[in-house]
T-cell receptor
Framework: DAKTTQPNSMESNEEEPVHLPCNHS???????IHWYRQLPSQGPEYVIH???SNVNNRMASLAIAEDRKSSTLILHRATLRDAAVYYC?????????FGKGTRLSVIA | DTGVSQDPRHKITKRGQNVTFRCDPI?????LYWYRQTLGQGPEFLTY????????KSRLLSDRFSAERPKGSFSTLEIQRTEQGDSAMYLC?????????????FGPGTRLTVL
């Protein structure tokens, strides 16, 4: 499985945008970039995914570099409810391989 | 609510006992995955099904673990002769694979404690 590199932790103030980076220099042409998050004491939750173009949904935006070797998950206005571990995962139709993710703290 | 459900939510057992967990996926989802998560770690893949066929098993899945999805709907995960190292959260997820990738929806998990 192609590997991803994410910062261990990040901090954000409430109602400010958050940019969560992910490096994946060994990504293959068929790998989709998936983001999941896990809130405390809950199962993981799908956030967004993309292949080549930037993607937006009601939860977040995904900005993918032109060479696809990195991507950024953007939360437009962080709320306390967004405090979670965010996982960046490369895959096609294979099971999810979770790394350590980025623990996001949101400060009121 | 028509999300993924898991039963039981908590299970405490003594070492050496057998336990069985159940997962009910979202209706119409053709894929069902089992993961295990220990404290402070990300979930680890155990096995998955497409309809009733078990397509892959992780090397983590010892022969004490068995999973079934008899009619392509609900699934069971059985652990025989439990060990203390089996204590973990067992997560189930389901998805509908129609293209080259799928979105997995997770259940709340079953927390197993082996005494």
């Amino acid at each position: 499985d192609a590997k991803t590199t994410q910062p261990n932790s990040m901090e954000s103030n409430e109602e400010e945008p958050v940019h969560l980076p992910c490096n994946h220099s060994t990504i293959s042409g068929t790998d989709y970039i998936h983001w999941y998050r896990q809130l405390p004491s809950q199962g993981p939750e799908y956030v967004i995914h993309g292949l080549t173009s930037n993607v937006n949904n009601r939860m977040a935006s995904l900005a993918i570099a032109e060479d696809r070797k990195s991507s950024t998950l953007i939360l437009h206005r962080a709320t306390l409810r967004d405090a979670a571990v965010y996982y960046c995962i490369l895959r096609g139709n294979t099971p999810l391989v979770f790394g350590k993710g980025t623990r996001l703290s949101v400060i009121a | 609510d028509t999300g993924v459900s898991q039963d039981p939510r908590h299970k405490i057992t003594k070492r050496g006992q057998n336990v069985t967990f159940r997962c009910d996926p979202i209706s119409e989802h053709n894929r069902l995955y089992w993961y295990r998560q220990t404290l402070g770690q990300g979930p680890e893949f155990l096995t998955y099904f497409q309809n009733e066929a078990q397509l892959e098993k992780s090397r983590l899945l010892s022969d004490r673990f068995s999973a079934e999805r008899p009619k392509g709907s609900f699934s069971t995960l059985e652990i025989q002769r439990t060990e203390q190292g089996d204590s973990a959260m067992y997560l189930c997820a389901s998805s509908l694979l129609v293209h080259a990738t799928d979105t997995q929806y997770f259940g709340p998990g079953t927390r197993l404690t082996v005494l």
